[in-house]
């Protein structure tokens, strides 16, 4: 498969951007769970161990909980923000 994308038929153009969308979101949710851990570790676990006490695990549960909540909404508003610029366009 040639790179040149004038000589791609419409079925061969369509496969490279589903598999450039698929690899972007597994790389925004690889990103995602790397930054929630980060900032759950360093909310919630104050001396580091061998393991967790039960409130570590429920201020990382609850700390995950509030992140994804967020990460939702604001991937919510924006998708409403891209329609509404493609609709004026």
Same mark, same amino acid.
């Given at each position: 498969?040639?790179?040149?994308t004038p000589k791609l038929?419409? @079925?061969q153009? #369509? $496969?490279?951007? @589903?598999?450039? #969308? $698929?690899?972007m979101a597994i790389q925004n949710a690889q990103e995602i769970l790397q930054?929630?851990?980060d900032?759950?570790?360093?909310?919630?676990i104050?001396?580091?161990?061998?393991?967790?006490?039960?409130?570590?695990q429920k201020c990382i549960s609850q700390c995950s909980d509030r992140y994804m909540d967020a990460w939702n909404i604001v991937s919510r508003a924006y998708g409403e923000r891209i329609k509404r610029e493609q609709?004026?366009?």
């Open positions: 498969m040639s790179l040149d038929d419409t @079925n153009r #369509q $496969q490279i951007m @589903n598999s450039v #969308q $698929q690899q930054k929630l851990s900032k759950c570790f360093k909310a919630c104050q001396k580091p161990g061998s393991t967790l006490s039960s409130s570590d609709l004026r366009h």
